[in-house]
Nanobody, 125 residues
Framework: QVQLVESGGGLVQAGGSLRLSCAAS????????LGWFRQDPGNEREFVAG????????KYADSVKGRFTISRDNAKNTVYLQMNSLKPEDTAVYYC??????????????????WGQGTQVTVSS
């Protein structure tokens, strides 16, 4: 079973940047497709970005394209989310997730088997 631990969240002003990290316990980390999702109170968990097991393909939600970048370092069992030009509407709890059942990045949270505990990102205006 994969254990995922996020870090890097915090409070930032609009226009600022944060880099989230998600470290995995699994030695076969490079077999997993990884995704970042976010959720704020009253809303469903929404897809932010995803990356294939090799890192060769990525997908982004329209709302973050051009501002966020997902990457992974399989040697360190870690996936990253670089977030630039942050907006107040980016405020949410951010979760990383992993799945080994699909060959492509899925935007649906129910296709992911393992989840981290989440890290809060707050963007002030």
């Amino acid at each position: 079973q994969v254990q995922l631990v996020e870090s890097g969240g915090g409070l930032v002003q609009a226009g600022g940047s944060l880099r989230l990290s998600c470290a995995a316990s699994e030695r076969t980390f490079n077999n997993y497709i990884l995704g970042w999702f976010r959720q704020d109170p009253g809303n469903e968990r929404e897809f932010v970005a995803g990356i294939t097991s090799s890192g060769g393909s990525t997908k982004y939600a329209d709302s973050v394209k051009g501002r966020f970048t997902i990457s992974r370092d399989n040697a360190k069992n870690t996936v990253y989310l670089q977030m630039n030009s942050l907006k107040p509407e980016d405020t949410a709890v951010y979760y990383c997730a992993a799945n080994s059942r699909w060959g492509v990045v899925s935007v649906f949270h129910y296709n992911y088997d393992y989840w981290g505990q989440g890290t809060q990102v707050t963007v002030s205006s």
